[in-house]
């Protein structure tokens, strides 16, 4: 049986068959690559324990290079924290550190690491999703190949953690389509042109929608959006005090698959919580 062509996906389409697209496609993009472009991992965070199990997300990337700009909002470093740190910094990873008193908003806590980082391009990862090893390598491969201002991942997989669920979701429709132009992707996925992000405001200085905010300003100034698959990275669902409280049934009913508990793959690497 012949791999699936990523023209040929769809809402029938097999987790494995997904893969197998996916893999193919990888492959076709890093032959072309001689070089990666530097860049800038932008995080704020306000959750001890979910910062610790980003940074170890971050320690297993395949992309070899990159700098990590952490806004700690109202929080400091444990012991875990500064153990993860050190592991990324052996492996050449600029960790810069940046504290943020409580009353600052989410939208000037990044655009001030984004004005003070230095990569060609900015990578803005939340800390309360989970992401596969090759997270920024995709990203950035599929940058490449696009030209895009913006890329970043369709909404493919959701875990529900309250019940325990993880829902896979693949369409050539709405947020689960992937591969092609539009004006949304995952937020905690963006990877953006340095440069574009700027013109665009950065982030804004609100307290919500600040992915909406550099997305609309991109599109506004003319930029293009490409968004690509979501295996590799999971948008994760909770009550805390500062998420929307979701109806789960909106994702329940447009899913493809689920699984008791997360999703276990290579592609998702090890991921809990």
């Known amino acids: 049986m012949s791999e699936p062509a990523i023209t040929?996906?769809?809402k029938l389409t097999s987790f494995s068959q997904e893969i197998a697209a996916l893999e193919l496609l990888r492959k076709s993009r890093r032959s072309k690559i001689k070089q990666y472009p530097s860049v800038s991992v932008l995080v704020s965070t306000v959750r001890?324990?979910?910062?610790?199990?980003?940074?170890?997300?971050?320690?297993?990337?395949?992309?070899?290079?990159?700098?990590l700009m952490i806004?700690?909002?109202?929080?400091e470093l444990n012991t875990t924290h500064k153990k993860l740190i050190k592991e990324l910094s052996q492996r050449k990873v600029s960790v810069h550190l940046h504290s943020f008193a409580k009353e600052q908003n989410l939208g000037s806590i990044l655009s001030a690491l984004a004005e003070a980082s230095t990569g060609d391009y900015i990578a803005k990862m939340d800390d309360d999703d989970y992401y596969g090893p090759e997270h920024l390598r995709?990203?950035?491969?599929?940058?490449?190949?696009?030209?895009a201002d913006v890329v970043g991942r369709a909404m493919n997989y959701v875990y529900l953690e309250p019940l325990q669920l993880t829902v896979r979701r693949f369409s050539?429709?709405?947020t689960q389509a992937v591969e092609l132009w539009s004006d949304w992707v995952c937020g905690g996925t963006i990877l953006a042109k340095r440069l574009s992000a700027q013109?665009?405001?950065?982030?804004?200085?609100?307290?919500?929608?600040v992915d909406r905010y550099l997305l609309s300003g991109v599109t506004n100034n003319g930029g293009k959006i490409w968004r690509t698959f979501g295996a590799g990275y999971v948008y994760r669902r909770t009550f805390t005090f500062h998420t929307y409280a979701t109806n789960y049934s909106k994702y329940l009913n447009g899913a493809n698959e689920h699984v008791v508990g997360?999703?276990?793959h290579p592609i998702f690497g090890s991921y809990s919580k």
């Not at 995709?138 to 030209?147: C, F, M, N, Y």
């Open 8 to 10: 040929s996906l769809g």
């Open 48 to 67: 001890s324990d979910d910062l610790a199990n980003l940074l170890n997300q971050l320690c297993t990337q395949t992309l070899t290079k990159f700098e």
């Open 71 to 75: 806004g700690l909002h109202a929080i």
């Open 138 to 147: 995709d990203l950035v491969d599929a940058a490449i190949e696009t030209s």
């Open 172 to 174: 050539p429709h709405g």
């Open 199 to 209: 013109a665009a405001g950065w982030f804004g200085d609100g307290y919500t929608a």
């Open 262 to 264: 997360q999703w276990q």
